[in-house]
């Protein structure tokens, strides 16, 4: 805190926008190491998830041409 106060005698506003500079900086990058955990963790999650995965199953139709038809399907 002495510190703080013997830069801002010293240097006057410069100093001052330096201290505070180097606070914000330590602050933004808490922030974005807490924003960083909180994706990561969102993407585990969304990994890990059973109901990501969403499985059809397909059904296979044949569409014979009019003179391949069987008729005895046809009534």
């Known amino acids: 805190m002495l510190e703080i106060l013997e830069t801002i005698k010293k240097h006057g506003a410069l100093g001052m926008t330096v ?3 180097i606070w914000m900086n330590s ?3 808490s922030v974005e190491d807490k924003l960083f955990n909180c994706l990561s963790a969102n ?12 499985e059809i199953k397909e059904k296979l139709l044949a569409i014979l041409p009019n003179d ?3 008729k005895r399907f046809i009534s």
């Open 19 to 21: 201290i505070a500079l």
């Open 68 to 70: 391949r038809k069987n």
């Open 27 to 29: 602050r933004l990058t």
């Open 43 to 54: 993407q585990e999650i969304r990994q890990a998830s059973p109901h990501s995965k969403v």
